[in-house]
């Protein structure tokens, strides 16, 4: 799972500005002294290894025209595997993590439009008989948008 | 509210072919073009302006903070005044250990806390001292915090904005 002194520069250097143009890996790999192919085979190994989620556009969601949302429920260790399984199964639901806290399962949710959001929170509660605790965000502060390796 | 930028088909159709990522081959931007039926000049034309207008926020790598071995990572969530809130959002978000943080609604009694950020340590020992940081420049004003640490991840499949 070793990272390399040139794997690392790729991800310092690489979490922004990707070109559009005809040959973007070559340009950025000039940028870095190597050569296009050996770009493209390290991008490959380190979405492999899972030391990269994704490479690509990120979109912004509402500007898109749909409803994110991150919510909470407080669920007791002797529910969780049910709540799980019941929360999981919600399409809309695009990342779930339990936490070491009461308030137990954090979920993220994505919808086509904003109004599905409470829609689903109240689906969620019918079928689970949790309150779902929906904390869309009111503010985002997001100027650390690099991350040092 | 952020504005909703009006997208025409062929846009939703670049994003459903790109949301999940970007061709790894020497001519990406040509390759999603061929399978739209349209040309890479368009794309990239529409890619451009979907950049400039904030529909997508950038292009690039999204490291994984897990496997990068940065073992300690938190949610840490505080309490502070609403009237501060926007002030030291913006200068905890601009700490190099803080990938996000957001304001989001308080849920009183149950839930007091209204300021979030992801924070990020190699340990859980460095991850406190980065936690102490935040709450020596937030002085007087933090009036409850608690980290959650993650302890599973049920589900990761992502977001899928368009269908």
């Known amino acids: 799972m070793a990272m390399d002194k040139i794997d690392r520069a790729i991800i310092n250097n690489l979490q922004g500005g990707f070109p559009i143009c005809d040959h973007p890996y070559a340009v950025v790999a000039q940028q870095l002294g190597i050569d296009e192919p050996e770009l493209l085979q390290r991008l490959q190994r380190m979405l492999e290894r899972k030391q990269l989620s994704r490479f690509g556009p990120m979109y912004h969601a509402e500007r898109l025209g749909g409803g994110l949302s991150l919510c909470a429920m407080r669920v007791p260790e002797s529910d969780f595997e049910r709540v799980a399984e019941q929360v999981n199964a919600f399409p809309e639901v695009a990342h779930n993590y339990a936490r070491d806290h009461e308030f137990s399962m954090w979920f993220v949710l994505g919808t086509e439009t904003p109004e599905r959001i409470e829609a689903a929170c109240r689906e969620i509660e019918q079928a689970t008989g949790y309150k779902v605790y929906n904390m869309p965000k009111k503010q985002e502060f997001f100027v650390g948008l690099r991350f040092e390796v | ?163």
């Open chain 2, 1 to 163: 509210m952020s504005d909703v930028v009006k997208l025409d088909e062929l846009d939703r159709r670049i994003v459903v072919a790109t949301q999940a990522g970007l061709p790894l081959v020497a001519e990406p931007y040509q390759q999603v073009a061929r399978a739209l039926g349209t040309t890479a000049e368009e794309v990239m034309q529409r890619m451009q302006r979907m950049l400039e207008s904030g529909i997508i926020r950038r292009i690039g790598a999204v490291p994984n903070h897990y496997t990068l071995g940065f073992r300690g990572n938190g949610m840490t969530v505080w309490d502070v005044p609403d009237e501060k809130v926007v002030e030291y959002g913006e200068k905890i978000g601009a700490l190099d250990f803080v990938s996000h943080a957001y304001h989001r609604p308080r849920f009183l009694p149950e839930w007091r806390y209204n300021l979030f950020a992801m924070v990020h340590g190699t340990d859980r020992d460095e991850l406190q001292h980065k936690i102490d940081a935040i709450a020596g420049l937030l002085g007087a004003d933090n009036r409850a915090h608690e980290v959650l640490f993650s302890t599973r991840i049920l589900k990761k499949t992502g977001l899928r904005l368009v269908s």
